[in-house]
Nanobody, 115 residues
C-alpha cells in the first residue's frame, strides 16, 4: 500500500506563515484527490482544502484567501501554504488521499498559532 507523511508544523505567532508538506511513500500511487483536514482539541476533524487530479480546489470558508493547496503529481506530494495564521487555525493537520473507495491518512502534524 502507501503511507502519507506530513511535515512542516510548528509554533508561530498570529499573522505569520507556515508551509505544510505531505509525501506519499510510493510516487506511482495515483490518488484521485488529496486534501488537508485539521482537528482542534475537543473538536471534530474538519476539511481545510482538497484538490483533485485535474487541479480543482475546494477550501473551507474559514481559510479562503489565506491558505493555498498545491499538488505535485510527479513527486506525489501535497502542500498547504498557510498565510495570515490565526489562533483558531491551531490544531493537528492531517493529509488525506483518496483512490477509488480507499482513503489514506497521515499521522498528522501539529500547528499552534499563539502569541
Amino acid at each position: 500500500q502507501v503511507q502519507l507523511v506530513e511535515s512542516g508544523g510548528g509554533l508561530v505567532q498570529p499573522g505569520e506563515s507556515l508551509r505544510l508538506s505531505c509525501a506519499a511513500t510510493r510516487s506511482s500511487f495515483n490518488f484521485a484527490s488529496m486534501g488537508w483536514y485539521r482537528q482542534a482539541p475537543g473538536q471534530q476533524r474538519e476539511l481545510v482544502a482538497t484538490i483533485n487530479s485535474i487541479g480543482n480546489r475546494v477550501y473551507a470558508d474559514s481559510v479562503k484567501d489565506r491558505f493555498t493547496i498545491l499538488r505535485d503529481t510527479v513527486k506525489n506530494a501535497l502542500y498547504l501554504q498557510m498565510n495570515s495564521l490565526k489562533p483558531e487555525d491551531t490544531g493537528v493537520y492531517y493529509c488525506n488521499g483518496r483512490r477509488f473507495s480507499d482513503i489514506f491518512w497521515g499521522q498528522g502534524t501539529q500547528v499552534t498559532v499563539s502569541s
